[in-house]
């Protein structure tokens, strides 16, 4: 069964930098990032197909830059100009369901199966 595992995360001020990673251990077609903020519902942060079509919320769109080594199966996202409103618990995602060319929308969680256990970030203002 294919899993995913989250590396990285932890504190940094605002304006500072994290590189979050995922591990894949199997085939994927697309792999994302989800957060959830204590009292808020989870929300899309990015997302990036087999192919390298990518998507982003317009919250972090030119602070963080979601990336994938296919040999490696990892997922990364760089992280960076980060904002106290960033604080949330991340959460890598996968799906090998057929999508040919874009991921699902980030509105739309229920295609990803696969669900890391999460990872915390905290921006300190």
């Known amino acids: 069964q294919v899993q995913v595992v989250e590396s990285g995360g932890g504190s940094v001020q605002a304006g500072g930098s994290l590189r979050l990673s995922c591990k894949s251990s199997?085939?994927?077609?697309?792999m994302g990032w989800f957060r959830q903020a204590p009292g808020k519902e989870r929300e899309g942060v990015a997302a990036i197909h087999r192919d390298g079509a990518t998507t982003y919320a317009d919250s972090v769109k030119g602070r963080f830059t979601i990336s994938k080594d296919n040999a490696k199966n990892t997922l990364y996202l760089q992280m960076n100009s980060l904002k106290p409103e960033d604080t949330a618990m991340y959460y890598c995602?996968?799906?090998?369901?057929?999508?040919?060319?874009?991921?699902?929308?980030?509105?739309?969680?229920?295609?990803?199966?696969?669900w890391g256990q999460g990872t915390q970030v905290t921006v300190s203002s």
């Open positions: 199997g085939y994927t077609v697309c």
């Open positions: 995602a996968a799906t090998s369901l057929p999508y040919v060319r874009d991921c699902p929308p980030l509105s739309q969680s229920n295609p990803y199966n696969l």
